[in-house]
């Protein structure tokens, strides 16, 4: 996660959505950066809301917009599987080494769902508190010039995105069967992605 007071602004890091190359690109221009642990800085909107908004209204009566990164639900859980199949999980509850894709689709329909595909959601992680404000931007992670521009408007300052932390490369195939069920079952996160800048 990473505030930036004076512009009023902060970039909350969903998860598999590019955050930590952000991170490293604005680290420097930020005032605040939570890297670590992962927790706060995969702090979600309630817990943002909760801890560090709360501060801000009280100390300096200041209000951050929040804006967040968003993927295709499929194209998200694919990063989530191909992070997971790392040789150092190996033998790992979180580990999908040996699995094939639509396996893990169809143990993320689970419920519950075995500790490998337990990765949560993003609508869950954008979800504001019921006396809090939601997040004010919200783009989708495909669009990067427009997220890329909206940040160098909004910081006065040139971007230069390193590409960091990319998911090994593998095959994710699945069957129309499984993409119409995970789609019924997911359709908030459609709704989600759809309405994203």
């Not at 508190?129 to 408007?153: C, E, M, T």
Request: with cysteine; net charge positive.
């Amino acid at each position: 996660m990473l505030v930036f007071y004076e512009k009023r602004l902060a970039l909350l890091s969903v998860p598999k959505t590019g955050s930590t190359a952000y991170q490293s690109a604005l680290r420097d221009r930020a005032d605040i950066v939570v890297s670590g642990p992962t927790d706060l800085k995969h702090a979600n909107m309630r817990r943002y809301d909760r801890f560090f908004q709360t501060m801000f209204r009280k100390m300096f009566d200041a209000e951050m917009d929040v804006m967040a990164i968003v993927r295709e639900p499929v194209d998200w859980l694919g990063s989530w599987y191909r992070y997971r199949t790392r040789a150092e999980l190996a033998g790992h509850p979180h580990s999908t080494k040996g699995l094939s894709f639509e396996a893990f689709l169809d143990a993320y329909m689970q419920n519950p769902r075995p500790a490998y595909a337990d990765v949560g959601c993003q609508t869950d992680f954008l979800q504001p508190r019921s006396n809090g404000k939601g997040v004010a931007h919200i783009f989708k992670y495909d669009s990067q010039q427009k997220i890329l521009d909206f940040l160098q408007n909004r910081l006065e300052c040139k971007i230069d995105l390193p590409r960091e932390n990319v998911s090994p490369a593998c095959p994710m195939d699945f069957s129309k069967q499984t993409e119409l069920r995970f789609q019924s079952l997911n359709a908030a996160e459609y709704a989600l992605y759809r309405a994203a800048e």
